[in-house]
């Protein structure tokens, strides 16, 4: 049983598009009527935005913070915030001015406003990180959180990629050292892996296009969950690093983070193999630390301290520094293994995992994929590289042996071995798969209103026999007589003349004429054109139920699950007219059997009609002895989109 204890800290979160323009509610809600506007270099903007927002409520602005939160800069803003008597703090950027505002709240207990305009998270935390002399120290107080936080994902749209980038990875990394916490629990530990995902999925998104909205929306959310995550647990390793490396080298906060946390994910995995599962499993990678690392290479991230002007002399300082008053960590710190960290952390190398099946297999994966890069059709690249990756999810997901594989490759030898020009195994196990009816919703079914499809099936044969209206396409063999009355018309309900219709179905025992070795020529089945009415008529006879073909390795399949061979009673229609779609359906009998279990899913709720019961006299002059059936019905049909 685990054991924990978990304390909430209370914020105010406005989270939203054109959120800011609730800031004068949200600043009087604290009882503020003057306000300090706290922003920095780079952020006119953004302050243009909350500034308007607030109009007469501001009444002195403080655009000096910088980064790590130097106590000089913040002596400075202080004497803003008294000589103008200010009674409410509104903060507008990333951590610098956030840090600023905490800071300035800590010392004068006035509340705070923050509007984030970066992914950094710190805004949500009881955390403060100053510089004095040199070094940075940290501190936690219910003084430091803001009062409200306003999240605008509009204010973030013009930040660019890099910053995008960086602070995004920033906030992973709150993220990612809440779930090894000596203070984790089931609260934190599920907005942390949510947030890890968001970040993860959103990134590659935002790289693609910065203007995703949808893509910035996540990481916003994501910097929230984040944040509150750190909020609520302990630091521990990475970020005692990243506050020594920036305090003491002046180094770049955020991209400090994204360069150090691969490495410390690497040097912690040892000690905690379980939170790196997890963690990759968010990152939807095969190993944590080399995962992330490849997701911010692949973003084109800054990966090594080297580049971020961090000198080599320094490192020995560095580790000694971190190791000075070390935070609770899953793995012991030792002056060797801190240096290693940042050695590799210096030279940008590549965080290697261990060698487990999962990475081999991934670096597998990978390999095929890079054989379709230089296909010169796009689409056949995707889909190939995609049909690998998941073949190849399928069989470590599912731990495949060597002799259920082999049994694979030799059901579908069987498969393709059966298939002939009247018999189509592989349609069958497709259809049977319900891959044939996801397929056809994909795509023939966006159009609502036009009368739904349907799977073509393994029994139509081209270049079916013309006939005229009003024949009889059953050519006398046994059964209810089924007068068939239909219209083609578009989507306006104008009739169409001159559009081609198949048709074909099973006779009264459930076999379709190929099926029949003894049947000579086409049966059932027929090509009709629509008169100036858009309407055809013929005969025929009411379609049963019937097993598809069980004899092959289709068929023993259902066996295996115990699933049913049958298919409920209906008649297949393609229709074809100028300019228009083409659609391959099928009506199914409204009183027929299998209709809520049709072996291959065919069945739709529009596509159920009556088959109507009739005695007596029928069309064309026929009396038949007996029931006869009517179907009437009218087919709608879409045209097509230049």
Same mark, same amino acid.
């Given at each position: ?73 913040? &002596? ?46 710190? &805004? ?369 309900? &104008? ?49 049963s139920h019937y097993p598809i073909p069980g004899d092959g390795p289709v068929g023993q399949m259902l066996d295996a699950v115990g699933r049913h061979h049958y298919r409920a009673p209906h008649v297949h229609f393609m229709i074809s007219a100028p300019g228009h779609r083409r659609l391959i359906t099928q009506l199914f009998v409204a ?35 007996? &029931? ?15």
């Amino acid at each position: 049983m685990r054991t924990f204890v978990h304390t909430s800290h209370p914020a105010r979160v406005v989270f939203g598009s054109g959120t800011v323009g609730r800031l004068t509610e949200e600043v009087r809600r604290l009882g503020g009527k003057r306000v300090l506007l706290v922003s920095g270099p780079a952020l006119d903007e953004a302050a243009q935005h909350v500034r308007e927002a607030l109009g007469g409520l501001v009444i002195a602005e403080f655009d000096g913070a910088v980064m790590h939160t130097p106590v000089e800069v913040t &002596e400075q803003a202080l004497t803003v915030v008294r000589e103008a008597g200010a009674d409410c703090l509104v903060s507008v950027g990333g951590g610098s001015t956030t840090g600023l505002s905490k800071a300035l709240a800590l010392r004068t207990g006035l509340p705070q406003v923050v509007v984030p305009t970066t992914y950094a998270g710190s &805004e949500i935390t009881p955390v403060l990180g100053e510089t004095r002399d040199g070094r940075k120290i940290t501190q936690s107080s219910a003084a430091i959180l803001p009062e409200t936080v306003i999240y605008d994902v509009d204010l973030t749209l013009s930040l660019p990629l890099p910053t995008s980038i960086t602070s995004s990875v920033n906030a992973m990394a709150h993220a990612v050292e809440a779930l090894y916490s000596v203070d984790a629990n089931p609260a934190t530990d599920h907005q942390a892996l949510e947030a890890i995902s968001r970040i993860a999925r959103a990134l590659p998104r935002l790289a693609a296009d910065p203007a995703d909205r949808g893509a910035r929306a996540d990481l916003l959310m994501a910097a929230w969950l984040a944040g509150t995550c750190l909020a609520t647990v302990g630091m521990a390793l990475h970020h005692k690093m990243c506050h020594t490396l920036g305090g003491s080298f002046d180094l770049p906060h955020a991209e400090t983070h994204t360069v150090l946390l691969p490495h410390v994910l690497a040097y912690n995995a040892p000690s905690d193999p379980d939170v790196m599962r997890r963690i990759a499993q968010a990152l939807d990678v095969p190993d944590a630390a080399s995962g992330l690392y490849d997701l911010v290479a692949s973003l084109g991230g800054p990966t090594s301290l080297r580049e971020l002007g961090m000198p080599e002399s320094g490192l020995a300082d560095a580790a000694e520094l971190a190791l000075a008053t070390p935070y609770p960590n899953p793995r012991d710190l030792t002056r060797e293994g801190i240096e290693g960290l940042l050695t590799d952390a210096w030279n940008g190398r590549r965080p290697e995992g261990p060698a487990t099946t999962a990475t081999v297999l991934a670096q597998l994966t990978e390999q095929v994929v890079a054989s379709f890069a230089q296909a010169p059709d796009a689409r056949l690249r995707d889909l190939l590289s995609g049909l690998v990756r998941h073949l190849h999810a399928y069989v470590t997901e599912h731990d495949v042996t060597e002799s259920e594989w082999s049994y694979a490759i030799d059901y579908l030898t069987r498969t393709g071995q059966l298939s002939s020009p009247t018999r189509q195994e592989f349609v069958l196990l497709s259809d049977v798969l319900g891959i044939s009816s996801a397929v056809d919703v994909l795509t023939n079914s966006r159009t609502p209103e036009t009368t739904p499809s349907a799977v073509l099936g393994p029994f139509y044969v081209e270049g079916p026999p013309e006939a005229e209206h009003g024949s009889d396409i059953s050519a006398g063999l046994p059964g209810t007589p089924l007068w068939v009355d239909v219209t083609i018309a578009d989507t306006t309900g &104008e009739p169409l003349k001159d559009a081609v219709v198949d048709v074909w179905q099973a006779n009264e025992d459930g076999f379709y004429d190929v099926q029949l070795p003894d049947q000579e020529g086409p049966v059932l089945r027929g090509r009709l054109r629509t008169d100036a009415d858009g309407r055809l008529t013929f005969w025929s006879i009411l379609p049963s139920h019937y097993p598809i073909p069980g004899d092959g390795p289709v068929g023993q399949m259902l066996d295996a699950v115990g699933r049913h061979h049958y298919r409920a009673p209906h008649v297949h229609f393609m229709i074809s007219a100028p300019g228009h779609r083409r659609l391959i359906t099928q009506l199914f009998v409204a009183d027929g059997s299998h209709l809520d279990s049709d072996t291959v899913f065919g069945v739709k709720d529009p596509l159920i009609v009556d088959f109507a019961s009739r005695t007596g006299p029928a069309p064309a002059g026929r009396v038949p002895d007996g &029931e006869w059936r009517q179907l009437k019905h009218t087919f709608h049909i879409a045209r097509m989109v230049d």
